[in-house]
């Protein structure tokens, strides 16, 4: 049981090229998100998905674009690197809440991107 | 704005010291709280969860976290802290019914630092 995966582990790339970051979650969770973390900031929320083909903004989305085709892929794609968007980046999952109950999320690995 | 703030940016102590980490979040009505641990090189754990009930709560490796709504906290506390848990401490706010049901809010983290 693999669990959540993200891939690659780690991204060197260019400014202004584009990169997609890939998550994989094998539990059929409803829900995905994507965070990046950053030193002083803590996780910051990018995007978020509640099922397939559902997804909305969290805390900081400018420069990103996610898609959920499939329930179980949520990949994010940086349009156009910049080196701001240097950072690590988690995956997280988690089941459907019910009567307003939040669930634990479940974080994969991560991927440390640098944009040089 | 809403937030999730934990003041102790940095914890050094030696083993068998006795820890307290600080988390204080601005959200108001009813509160999902967390605490995930992220040792070195690694992805975030979840170390204990308040959703209901008794408000001092029991989790992995001898952690326990009161929850104490008058004072919008949920400190993070062990007896008697081991070298092995060195690692980054994050609180994480979930406020069902302002923000979604699965939406997490993050501290900045608390690096603690244990001496042997």
């Known amino acids: 049981d693999a669990g959540i995966t993200q891939s690659p582990r780690y991204k060197i790339t260019e400014t202004g090229r584009q990169v997609t970051l890939m998550c994989h979650q094998t539990?059929?969770?409803?829900?995905m998100f994507w965070y990046r973390q950053d030193l002083g900031h803590g996780l910051r929320l990018i995007y978020y998905?509640?099922?397939?083909?559902?997804?909305d903004k969290g805390e900081v989305p400018d420069g990103y674009v996610v898609s959920r085709s499939k329930t179980e892929n949520f990949p994010l794609t940086l349009e156009s690197a910049t080196r701001s968007q240097t950072s690590v980046y988690f995956c997280?999952?988690?089941?459907?809440?019910?009567?307003?109950?939040?669930?634990?999320?479940?974080f994969g690995p991560g991927t440390r991107l640098t944009v040089l | 704005a809403q937030s999730v703030s934990q003041h102790n940016h940095h914890v050094i102590l030696s083993e068998a010291a006795s820890l307290e980490l600080g988390c204080n979040y601005s959200?108001?009505?009813?509160?999902?709280l967390f605490w995930y641990v992220q040792y070195p090189g690694q992805h975030l754990q979840l170390l204990l969860k308040?959703?209901?009930?008794?408000?001092l709560v029991k989790g992995i490796k001898g952690f326990e976290a009161e929850f104490i709504k008058s004072k919008f906290s949920f400190n993070l506390r062990k007896p008697s802290v081991q070298w092995s848990d060195t690692a980054e401490y994050f609180c994480a706010v979930n406020a069902p019914y302002q923000t979604g049901a699965n939406n997490l809010f993050f501290g900045t983290g608390t690096r603690l630092t244990v001496i042997p």
């Open positions: 998905s509640a099922a397939a083909d559902i997804t």
């Open positions: 959200y108001g009505g009813t509160v999902n």
């Open positions: 539990w059929s969770h409803s829900y």
């Open positions: 308040y959703f209901s009930g008794d408000p």
């Open positions: 997280a999952s988690s089941g459907r809440a019910s009567g307003g109950l939040g669930n634990e999320q479940f």
